[in-house]
């Protein structure tokens, strides 16, 4: 049987993520932002967490993990453990472990943070991103460089294009006013907002999004296309570069 994934909505605007196997009643979380909508979601469902992987430290992330923690294993990336709650499975970049047997491989996403982690889950189509790739969107470089973010996305770019991306806000809304000021001509971003209109309207989550509708319209995963280049005047100049300037234009808009 499929993996079923279940988005949780936490706090203001926040997502956690419940990974369930029916056959083994494994239940994984990713991310803790408050306790309670996430016991109260397993309550519904009557199912006990097994698992609760982390993403990074922020405590928007990482809050309700104390709350939770009892009877699940908690995973969370090595090289940053002394920001993190006690982990009972340390991991890092290029690793793997399995729930319900199902592989899941650890990718290092820095940027937003340092030792930001994203968890890729073939068997569920599927990867945990929170603030490295977002709808529409990435992460403000609190600590990391936009080297280090460019290279990133790039690593999540290579997934399958069905690949479900799962991400930690609700921000596509603001996401897309902005990038429309990149790409306005852009006839899938125009979709994408109206649709992302339509949904905040009906209190629907936008979250999550594919790869290939991120591609599609994701300024920040398009910053080497041509077109995009050229719509902020900077035809020929390196990848990075251009992600740079995005990004730089996202924080003060």
Known sequence: MPLEIVTVPCLSDNYAFLVHDAASGATALVDAPEAAPIQAELDRRGWRLSQILITHHHGDHIAGIDALRSGATVIGNAADAARLPPL??????????????????????????????AFHIPDAGAVFTADSLMALGCGRLFEGSATQMWASLSKLAALPDDTLVCSG?????????????????????????????????????????????????????????????????????????????????????
Request: no cysteine; charged share 25%.
């Open 169 to 253: 806000h609700e921000y596509t809304a603001a996401n897309a006013r902005f990038a429309l000021t990149i790409e306005p001509g852009n006839p899938d971003l125009q979709a994408r907002a109206k649709a992302t209109e339509a949904a905040n309207a009906a209190g629907r989550p936008t979250v999550p999004s594919t790869l290939a509708d991120e591609k599609a319209t994701n300024p920040f995963l398009r910053a080497a296309l041509p077109e995009v280049k050229a719509a902020i005047d900077m035809t020929g100049a390196a990848d990075v570069d251009v992600f740079a300037e995005i990004r730089r234009r996202k924080d003060t808009f």
């Open 88 to 117: 009972d499975h340390a991991v890092g970049d290029g690793d793997s472990f399995d729930v319900a047997g199902h592989a899941v491989h650890v990718m290092d996403v820095s940027g937003h943070t340092i030792g930001h982690l």
